[in-house]
């Protein structure tokens, strides 16, 4: 999206912007954004394409999608809110101070003129927004000598290390706007707000141009129906903070252009029902904070003022359309419709504005992103198809002294989709070896015409199971230099289901047997003669990372039982156990106490926990532990400790005496129905507390125990006295005396 396509007039003054840059060796000027009569939106005769630069020269293009580079960008004058156009500064002196100058035209610096907002925005080097530059055309004057407008400073900053380009975007606007993407979903219905007082409440004006054909629905609440824009003309119009449905037949970017919302914003419901809703702010709104005559969200739920659940219509492209509950626990999200009942009339809602709203940035669609590269990948010869297993070897010499001399740090294997095991696109050769210097490659004699020392050695993908293996050599014609080959800085980008091993395969090397690259990180060699020629060889194996099956996690008397049938791979070094005491909810990553398991060919294993105490919970998780470093998590599994109990007991009350509460406690041995009858002193019944059937376990806490609450059967309060209260437990029956005393 080059020019914000919402049209207000359909034409408009013709104006420029002269942009220039300098690193104060070099510059770059006379570089046009334009709007004129006749003009294309696409390449025409009346843009110019930039001539080659000069190597290591500094330069300023403009650039279309394609990136290719112009000098003139000239876009139709024909009333567009907005016009944005996106420039490159390539090759400015590393550690330079860069300038960026314009000249308006002199029917921009009018103060009302047409377009107000003019500004820069800075992108980092990933794409993503830096900053926003704002211009000010007002500040350049005419030069009665020259009859031009005089140059002004738009932005400067210095070059970083290594920085070869910075992207930027010129935007010219009659007014802020934000801009999104609309999915058509499966039913085609979209609902959705905008998140900006429009400059207009058109909704052609806002809308016509993305929308083909539009028809735009807004609810009215009295009526319990809709008014349908363009067919009731002049009772829809676009306002921030509604919602409103629409029909689409594609997915399509939208934009609207006007005002940010920065202060609270309050909205009348004046009669019961439902209402179409939406956020009036780029930012999210939690709906807990929403309020309602002054109330909370939760207060006027509370009340009866407010249903509870909002609703949105979702649309993921996965599942059907649908409607999506949306509680305190939600937001209200930028773009999305809600629908709000009301259960009260005469309500009025206030959005408050969320914090940071002041510098907040829009998000944008990814037509608005700069046209860059990709960026620079950490390895060099990145493959562009999809890679497996990828590594670089970094080789250095250093000097009998122990100084640096040379190195070679991008020799490149792995494995990649559309490789195959003789020469693709994907292999670099080596370039030209220069004497008294190191090199690491991979030496091909063997591939026919295509034969010959190569810097990168792609191998087709492996499957679960297959290895692959490299061959290559070390080199040096220094004598007496020590090597140290390193694949320290990229091994931990390789793939945790990937064991990499690598041994020496001639007399230049010591070590002969397969190690663990992962273990063993670098080797030296030492050059023992005029020519040295040590010989590798790399051996990668690729596996399915599989967790434990049948996991069992059984509660005894003061202990747990874990069981599982372990991964039958000869890549796990074993399993940890992680328990940590509480339930699913409290589990804390990266905390609890941990036991360790050794893998072997056993066909189940098992672990017992005795370090617990009676009747806790505690939540367990078994992690899988790779050779590779990695780990694969199981589920977690929570249970509660059984106590030890011999015996089924009936414990003296608490308190004793009491008035009139008492608590009596009791362990069982078994399951069983249990009941406590209370006499008197007499021998009279008083009471039956009917407990029901009770598991094995301690029934001491006042949580647990069995309560009463000094009344008889007929609700009467019982009189202070002696009581005997007996517990019947399946067979098992006892008695015990306690004291009424008031």
């Known amino acids: 999206m080059w020019t914000f396509h919402t049209t207000d007039a359909p034409f408009e003054p013709t104006w420029s912007i002269e942009l220039s840059a300098s690193d104060g060796a070099n510059a770059d000027g006379n570089n046009i954004a334009a709007v004129e009569y006749g003009a294309l939106g696409d390449e025409d005769e009346k843009d110019a394409r930039s001539v080659p630069a000069l190597t290591s020269h500094l330069s300023l293009s403009f650039l279309d999608r394609a990136m290719t580079e112009y000098d003139r960008d000239i876009r139709p004058a024909d009333g567009r809110l907005s ?40 992108f980092n080097a990933d794409g993503s927004v830096k900053q926003t530059i704002l211009l000010d055309p007002t500040l350049s004057t005419l030069d009665p000598v020259t009859g031009k407008m005089q140059e002004l400073v738009a932005y400067t900053y210095t070059t970083a290390q290594n920085e070869t380009s910075r992207y930027f975007r010129l935007d010219v606007m009659k007014s802020n706007f934000v801009a999104t993407d609309f999915v058509s979903g499966t039913s085609g219905w979209k609902f959705f707000s905008v ?27 009295q009526t319990n129906g809709y008014k349908i824009y363009p067919l009731d003309l002049g009772e829809v119009s676009v306002q921030t903070g509604r919602g409103y449905f629409t029909r689409l037949t594609s997915n ?3 934009d609207v252009g006007g005002v940010s919302n920065l202060s609270d914003m309050k909205y009348s419901l004046s009669s019961v029902g439902w209402y179409a809703i939406g956020n009036p702010f780029v930012m999210p709104v939690n709906i807990a904070d929403l309020k309602f005559n002054d109330k909370t969200f939760n207060e006027a739920v509370t009340d009866g003022l407010i249903e509870g659940t909002l609703y949105r219509w979702k649309i993921d492209n996965v599942n059907p359309d649908a409607y999506n509950p949306a509680t305190n626990a939600n937001s209200l999200e930028p773009w999305e419709g809600y629908w709000l009942k009301t259960k009260q009339a005469n309500i009025t809602i206030t959005i408050p504005a969320p914090a940071g709203i002041g ?10 992103n700069p046209p860059m590269p990709s960026l620079a990948p950490p390895l060099q010869h990145k493959p562009v198809a999809k890679s497996q297993l990828e590594l670089r070897l970094e080789l250095t010499g250093c000097d009998s002294a122990g100084n640096p001399f040379s190195s070679d740090v991008t020799t490149v294997f792995g494995t990649c989709e559309n490789a195959v095991n003789e020469w693709d696109v994907l292999d670099q050769s080596e370039p030209p070896t220069l004497s008294q210097t190191v090199a690491a490659y991979f030496d091909h004699s063997d591939w026919g015409s295509d034969a010959g020392l190569y810097n990168s050695d792609y191998q087709p993908m492996m499957k679960d199971g297959e290895e692959r293996i490299w ?21 931990s980008q390789v793939l945790g289901n990937v064991m990499l091993y690598f041994r020496g395969i001639d007399n230049a090397t010591k070590d002969s047997e397969w190690q663990d690259m992962r273990e063993v990180r670098s080797v030296e060699i030492v050059s023992r003669s005029q020519v040295t020629k040590a010989l590798f060889e790399i051996r990668a194996v690729y596996f399915e990372m599989t967790p434990p099956s049948d996991v069992q996690v059984i509660a005894g008397e003061k202990q747990v039982t874990l069981h599982w049938v372990p991964s039958n791979n000869a890549f796990v070094s074993g399993y940890t156990i992680i328990r940590q005491e509480g339930t699913i909810e409290s589990w804390r990553d990266d905390e609890g106490v941990r036991y360790f398991v050794q893998q072997n060919s056993a066909p189940s294993l098992q672990f ?58 009791y ?37 647990k125990a069995a309560y009463w609450a000094g009344l008889n059967e007929a609700g009467e309060k019982a009189s202070s006295g002696v009581y005997f209260y007996v517990l019947k437990a399946g067979k098992f029956t006892a008695t015990r005396k306690m004291v009424l005393l008031k």
């Open 252 to 254: 399509i970017e939208v």
């Open 83 to 122: 016009h944005h156009w996106f420039f490159v500064i390539s090759d400015a002196i590393n550690g330079s101070t860069v300038t960026i100058n314009w000249i308006p035209s002199l029917k921009l610096t009018k103060t009302d003129r047409q377009y107000q907002y003019i500004q820069l925005v800075e």
């Open 195 to 221: 998140p900006i007082t429009p400059q207009r409440d058109d909704p052609f004006v806002n809308l016509g141009d993305d929308i083909d054909p539009l028809q735009l629905y807004r609810y009215d609440t």
């Open 359 to 368: 510098g907040a940035i829009s998000a944008l669609p990814a037509s608005f």
């Open 471 to 491: 061959t290559f050599t070390v080199y040096t014609n220094k004598p007496n230099a020590k090597m140290t080959l390193s694949w320290e800085n990229t091994i």
């Open 667 to 703: 362990e069982l041995s078994e399951q069983t129905e249990v009941s406590i009858q209370i006499y008197n002193a007499s021998g009279q019944l008083v009471r039956i507390l009917d407990l029901g059937m009770k598991d094995r376990g301690r029934y001491t806490s006042m949580d």
């Open 608 to 665: 017992i926990d005795t370090n617990v105490d009676e009747e806790r919970i505690y939540t367990y998780q078994i992690s899988t532990q790779f050779k590779t470093g990695v780990e694969l998590l199981s589920e977690l599994f929570t249970i509660r400790i059984k106590p030890v109990i011999k015996q089924t007991v009936l414990m003296q009350n608490y308190p004793n005496p009491f008035n009139p509460e008492v608590w009596i406690p």
